[in-house]
């Protein structure tokens, strides 16, 4: 007599892994970011995490070959192997030169550094027609230490300093459904998270009551709210094994429910004096985003991508204010995979290489100008030997801003590191 039996010992594992980097998600309190841009709305947008994406120029929105999954695109679920789960976990490091220029002509250049730990998610089938995927993933970073000289209408010198941190994180359960040509798919997301921001005011000298010699404005809010996010994926396969994807995404605008703390103190030479201290309950209203990307496969040898997203943060409000330095992003992505080939004699052969570029502009206007960006991007896939899971790292270095222009320069370097997981669910052993 034959039976049947479900192996459960690999999920048991990644749920394991899972549950360790949940662990390590909690403990680290804030996403890391040092870039002066981060002053502004949410921070710095954290939308493109797993390795494999970032080398590929951060396109994911039309990528329909087997096991393409992000939660960009909800509808990318069904490209999961039916009896497959995957798991991801990422982490990033980032290197920074930001440059501005000086009155007197020289240019001012600092040096910054930060870690993070990217996107978790587990992806799973239900059916052969239905399939999941939730996780934890960065949605924004604050990060900044500002200083500035200046010089009142009276003459008197001051230091002034801004300095933030915080950010927003996104826990997200999706579901996606269709066939091998077209699929749909929604995320259902809660979003949260908390940043402080401070801006102080030091007197070169003590002018009594007139000038205070040190002031400072603190602010810091809490916010947690529920998004959604929708997509769509056709499939249109072409003579000699070569498919065409098309991809769309819509994240309609929410709000989230916050609370804000406000304190502003004037110390002057006999005394302290509070001028404001109020607690406040509102919303921040979030705007909406969309994304159109096409790729062309030849299966299971590469893959070629293009995207375009857009998002309109001059629609973003602060308990009903909204900040005229916001304005539409826009960001145009290419990337290419030459797949390895698992069977492979030749480890060379068995890594996958990939590379992206990607330009736009940034949602923030400085000096009354964009600020365009662009970056370049290399990785590799790299298998993990006896088993189907791979190590995925990516390097990509950019720039945002522009001295010419008068704005503050950003060169940065990022390196993120990720695996992925590979396991057979649903393994059914027989014996007599």
């Known amino acids: 007599m034959k039976f049947c039996d479900i192996t459960f010992k690999p999920l048991k594992k990644l749920l394991t892994l899972l549950f360790t980097a949940l662990v390590a998600f909690s403990i680290q309190a804030q996403n890391a970011s040092n870039s002066p841009y981060s002053r502004f709305g949410v921070g710095d947008l954290q939308s493109i995490q797993t390795p494999r994406n970032v080398a590929m120029g951060g396109i994911s929105t039309g990528l329909t070959g087997l096991h393409n999954v992000s939660n960009r695109n909800p509808a990318s679920y069904i490209n999961l192997d039916s009896n497959a789960v995957i798991f991801e976990l990422s982490f990033r490091t980032a290197f920074s030169e930001l440059s501005e220029k000086q009155i007197d002509g020289n240019t001012l250049k600092t040096n910054t550094n930060n870690a993070s730990l990217g996107q978790i998610s587990l992806a799973f089938p239900i059916t052969s027609w239905l399939k999941a995927s939730f996780g934890l993933t960065p949605k924004s970073a604050m990060g900044y230490d500002v200083l500035n000289e200046g010089t009142t209408s009276d003459g008197l010198a001051y230091n002034r300093r801004h300095q933030g941190q915080g950010g927003l994180n996104q826990g997200f359960f999706g579901l996606a459904l269709g066939t091998s040509r077209i699929s749909v798919g929604a995320n259902v997301n809660y979003n949260f998270g908390s940043y402080e921001r401070s801006t ?3 007197f070169v000298r ?3 009551i007139i000038y205070p010699s040190y002031t400072s404005y603190e602010k810091s809010l809490d916010a947690q709210g529920v998004s959604f996010d929708i997509g769509a994926q056709y499939r249109q396969p072409l003579p000699n094994n070569y498919q065409l994807g098309i991809g769309l995404t819509y994240s309609p605008g929410y709000s989230l429910n916050a609370s804000r703390s406000e304190e502003l103190l004037s110390i002057f030479s006999n005394g302290l004096d509070t001028l404001l201290n109020q607690k406040e309950t509102g919303t921040l209203k979030m705007p909406a985003q969309y994304s159109f990307g096409l790729s062309l496969e030849k299966l299971e040898r590469w893959v070629i991508g293009a995207e375009y997203s857009l998002v309109d943060f001059s629609n973003y409000e602060e ?7 916001l304005i539409q992003a826009k960001t145009f992505r290419v990337g290419a995979e030459l797949m390895g080939q698992r069977t492979s004699n030749n480890f060379m052969g068995a890594i996958s290489y990939r590379i992206g570029y990607h330009t736009g502009t940034g949602y923030v206007s400085y000096h009354d100008a964009e600020i365009k960006q662009f970056g370049i991007s290399v990785g590799l896939g790299i ?5 189907l899971s791979r190590l995925d790292v990516a390097f990509e270095f950019g720039r945002r801003g522009s001295l010419d222009a008068g704005q503050i320069q950003e060169n ?17 052993g027989k014996f007599e």
């Open 206 to 208: 003590d002018s009594m």
């Open 200 to 202: 102080t005011y030091a």
């Open 412 to 428: 940065y370097g990022r390196i993120t590191l990720g695996i992925t997981a590979f396991e057979r669910w649903f393994v059914r």
């Open 319 to 325: 308990f009903s204010r909204r900040d005229a330095s």
């Open 383 to 387: 298998p993990i030997r006896r088993m």
